[in-house]
DNA sequence: ATTGCAATTGATAATCATTATCCTTTTGCA
DNA sequence: TGCAAAAGGATAATGATTATCAATTGCAAT
């Protein structure tokens, strides 16, 4: 049993909730990918190992996962949202090439500190943020040329 | 006739478009408003001065108002595409307040400098970004001690 | 082990913002 | 004025996500 597992499963208990066989496929099956992945991404891979699990299950399963924080939501603003590993996998912004649709992770610990600034600049405690780079790669301003 | 009316005016004219009544009034409303606004508001806007016209008008004009440059989206992920005055009215990122929702225009030119320079140092030519800093006002803040 | 029951599941219907379709009405120009 | 093309209005379609509901299952107490 790893870690993720561990803590998906004290969130389970600590909120009376039940530890299934859909919801153990589900997390691990997750927990195998990384990157971004999508509710229906996702469902198709869980289908291959079960197809008798309904997408709906995986949406719930989703939702359970960002409530004991094994997973965090992206929205890149194309109408569906992606998910992606929160454990170990300490905050970060995205780069997103508005060519080939590559998206890198990135931080930059100055412009942290300069956001919580301004935030408390309006009177604002800060809880989190998102930033979205969009531009091109090299590759797609190569092609462009 | 004001500048924003001109230049939808000369978009029209650049692509062959025409200038009729519903685009006119749309704009005009649309202008009248400052912040952030859904297509959905702004139908019942127009309705109230016009109510013949249809909401698939409201969203076909929208899209030609970011065409022209006149208005730019938002997208606080909330399922809801909100839209805003572009001109005259420089590119800024969104503060928002988790407890009553409120928002504030913020820009901070350090920020805006160290995002082209982390995309550059990915090989990416930055073209736009979004940034949406979350947490609680001062207000709300109070409210909860 | 068995039971009782609330939590969970799967299938499917419902939502809700946005788009596409289709037919009618206008518009801009000859 | 007449006409082809563009635009509008009504409405159906879309597509991701959520709600519903009957059937099943996990699990604590027996």
Redesign the pocket.
């Known amino acids: 049993m790893n870690e993720e597992q561990n803590i998906f499963h004290k969130y ?1 208990e600590k909120h ?8 153990e496929l589900i997390l691990q099956i997750f927990l195998r990918r990384e990157g971004h992945i ?3 991404q996702l469902y198709d891979l869980v289908k291959k190992r ?1 197809p ?6 995986v ?3 989703l ?1 359970l996962l960002i409530e004991a924080g094994l997973a965090r939501e992206i929205d890149f603003g194309d ?3 992606r998910y992606e590993h929160k454990y170990n996998h300490p905050h970060h912004d995205h780069l997103i090439c508005r060519g080939c649709g590559k998206t890198l992770e990135v931080v930059d610990s100055v412009i942290e500190k300069l956001q919580k600034r301004v935030a408390e600049s309006y009177g604002f405690e800060l809880t989190d943020h998102e930033m979205y780079l969009y531009g091109y790669c090299e590759n797609c301003r190569q092609k462009r040329q």
């Open positions: 389970l009376d909730l039940r530890d299934t066989l859909q919801r999508s509710a229906e079960d008798s699990i309904g997408q709906a299950t949406y719930r399963a939702k109408g569906v949202i």
